[in-house]
Structures are given as C-alpha cells and as structure tokens.
C-alpha cells in the first residue's frame, strides 16, 4: 500500500498569507506581487536570481519542504542542522528560510546583527508553536513559584516554539532542544534540577522522558493552559517529575495506533519508523522512532528489499521512496497529510524573495527583538552546547 497522490492543483497552496491574526505565532501578510504558479520559467527565475546573489545569499531548506523548493537549498536538514548551518555562514548577507516562522526566528538569532532572515512566506508557521503564548507559559511559572518549585524546575523548550518561550526559557536557565537532542536536554536539565518544564510538544516530552530517560509514565504530568491551574492539582506538580506542556504538532499527532497495526496486517515484515512528534502509543508501537536527520540515515542504510512505514511529514516521505527504489518505502497512514504551513513555502514565494533581494529590497524579514534575541540566543547557545 502507498499513499494516493493529490491531484495537481493550478494555485499553489494559500498563495499570499492575507489578513491579520494576532494569536499566531507565524506572521501576517505577504506583501507584493507573486510571480503566476503556472509561469513556466520559474525554475530558470529562482536559478537566475540565486546565481545573481552569487555567496550573498544562503538558502536552507527544512525537510519538509516541497521538491520545488528544496532543489534550490543550498542545504537541507532537521532543524538542529538547519540553526547549526545559519550559526556557521557569517559571510551570507542573506538566509533564506525554506521552513517555518519559527526556525527563521532561530536563525536571525544565531547569525550576525548584519545578516537578513527571509522566509519567503509570512504565513508559514507552525501550529505547534502557536499552543504555547508566553502569557500562558509565564502563569504556568507563576503557579511553580506560588509552590515553592519554581527553583527546582528547569524548563525546556522544543525548538517548535516562538522565540519569546526561547527567551522565557534562556531567562530561567533553561535549555532549547530539537527532536536529535531532546535526550540530551533532559539529561542535561536532570543535572541542574529536580523537575523539567517541557514546552511545547507533550508527545516528545513524554516519549523523551520515558522511553530514552526510563522514567514512567506516571512521573509525567499534563500541564493544559486552558485549564485554571493547568488543570492539575498541587500534589501533582509537586511529585511531578516533568510537566508537560500540553501542545502537539498537527502532522504527527494523526498517526494512530490503528495505523501501524494496519500496516503490519497489510505489509508483513515492514518497519515501523516515526518521528517522536508522534503520540506515545504510536511510538511504542513502532520499531524506530527518530528526528527527520534519523530517518533519513535509518533509510540510508537499510537492505535493498526491506519495506518501511515512515510516519514523518509526506514531502519528506514521497522524497525519501523517490531516492530508494529498491526499498518499500510507504506513508505510515492511510489518509496523505503534508504539513500546510511548511507547504506555504512554494517556488512562487522563493522566486519572489529572491528577485527581491536581486533588486536591493529584502522581503519578508524575520527580526526578533534585541532583548528577546538575547535571552532566546542564551537557551539556543546552551542546545549548541550540549555534551
Ligand atoms: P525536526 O526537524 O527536528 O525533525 O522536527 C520536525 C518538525 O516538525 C519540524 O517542524
Ligand atoms: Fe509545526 Fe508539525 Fe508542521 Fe513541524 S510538521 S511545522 S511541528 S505543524
């Protein structure tokens, strides 16, 4: 079984990010004209206009992008790669972002006051990041402080977070951490503190703490903002040994068990590979779990002939089965889901940026502000850090 191609459509996804929505974390409206979808020179324009900005410009690209996008990255990666690669190229005036808002948070953090951030969409965000506002995570340590636990917490945030919680997190001596690493972020907060204060992705909270740390599954509490008190009663944050903010990423959190078990009734022999985005039952449930990067090695280095259910984002999925022919490559779910806000990114959007940046305009800027940046960088720095 494999997933059915969507039928093209004329219109790349949600063209221009129209409208304002305050309660989001990604940004608001695209600005200017996009060149047609259906312009048939688009390939040879982005050619064009990156040859122009010759090492001017570096364009990274997350693994879930389009195939459009990803054939002009200068390089792909998970997002621990991507924010390392940013960190590393001091010569590039401009990053181009081929990812989500928050990753071009990152990168305007790492890299010098001199060099612009793009993200040739405003609105690809991430819904993930848009679960935890900081309002909400600053009553979350308010509630730790009335306890008296507060000293004894060190949060943690996931990289798929606004860089305010980063600049939350970096203030409070804590830690950022990707989906590569997230062992060992805990392992490093357990040196430093009793408890973890984990923002926003419950699941790879949970699955981090569980599966790779050994704790149980009752030494994880559910923290949900909507809840007075987070739902959750004195007793239980003070014998909590994480606390889990309660955020999940929409792409991952649709794997179910059902799926893995109908594809081991429809695939005998197939392994079971998910991204630790995924809910703890489907984790447990499957053979591997690992960040995009693993993935991708895991694939590498499997025998020809072997099959595999990926339960990760479908571009990165159909890219994968296109590059191992030999494998039996299939999405671990029966329904095809793409990530919508990494999807925003098309090539009509990266045209468009970087003709702007060949006609002296930079679009699209991603600035954090200087006090939010400095604190974000501290938690980001420490992840960099990491043993
Ligand atoms: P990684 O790139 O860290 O694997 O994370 C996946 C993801 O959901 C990015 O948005
Ligand atoms: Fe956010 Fe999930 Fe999309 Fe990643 S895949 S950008 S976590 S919604």
Not at 4 to 27: C, H, I, M, N
Not at 106 to 114: C, N, V, Y
Not at 271 to 295: F, K, M, W
Not at 308 to 314: D, V
Request: net charge negative; proline share 5%; charged share 25%.
């Amino acid at each position: 079984m494999s997933w059915t191609e969507p039928s093209p459509t004329g219109t790349a996804l949600l063209l221009l990010g129209r409208g304002s929505d305050p309660a989001a974390e990604k940004g608001v409206d695209c600005p200017g004209e996009l060149p047609a979808p259906s312009d048939p020179d688009l390939v040879a324009r982005a050619a064009a206009a990156k040859a122009a900005l010759g090492d001017r410009v570096f364009v990274l690209g997350h693994h879930y992008q389009r195939d459009e996008v990803i054939q002009f990255a200068d390089v792909t990666g998970d997002s621990f790669k991507l924010a390392r690669e940013a960190a590393a190229r001091p010569e590039a005036e401009y990053i181009v972002f081929c990812g989500v808002h928050f990753m071009a948070e990152s990168a305007d953090i790492l890299t010098a006051d001199s060099q612009r951030v793009v993200l040739p969409d405003l609105a690809a965000g991430c819904s993930m990041a848009d679960m935890a506002e900081l309002t909400q995570v600053e009553e979350g340590w308010e509630r730790l402080a009335e306890l008296g636990i507060a000293d004894v917490t060190v949060p943690i945030t996931y990289m798929n977070s606004t860089a305010a919680i980063k600049g939350f997190v970096g203030r409070h001596g804590g830690v950022v951490c990707t989906s590569s690493n997230a062992e060992r972020a805990l392992r490093w907060a357990f040196e430093r503190g009793e408890k973890i204060f984990f923002f926003p992705d419950q699941h790879l909270g949970r699955n981090t703490a569980v599966l790779e740390l050994g704790l149980s599954l009752s030494d994880c509490v559910l923290y949900d903002p909507h809840k007075p008190g987070g739902g959750l009663t004195d007793e239980q944050l003070r014998a909590a040994k994480v606390i889990l903010w309660r955020g999940h990423c929409s792409v991952h959190g649709r794997f179910t068990l059902d799926s893995v078990k109908e594809i081991r009734e429809r695939v005998p022999g197939v392994n079971v590979l998910v991204h630790p985005e995924c809910r703890h039952d489907v984790v447990l449930s499957a053979d591997y779990v690992g960040s995009t990067e693993y993935i991708i090695k895991a694939l590498d280095a499997a025998p020809a002939g072997s099959a595999w259910a990926i339960g990760t984002e479908l571009n990165l999925v159909r890219r994968l089965a296109k590059a191992h022919p030999d494998k039996q490559i299939m999405f671990l779910d029966r329904a095809v889901c793409y990530c919508s806000t990494m999807n925003r990114i098309d090539l009509p959007h990266l045209v468009w940026a970087l003709e702007e940046l060949v006609a002296g305009r930079v679009p699209n800027q991603i600035q954090v502000d200087p006090d939010t940046a400095y604190h974000a960088r501290v938690a980001l720095d420490q992840m960099l850090a990491l043993p």
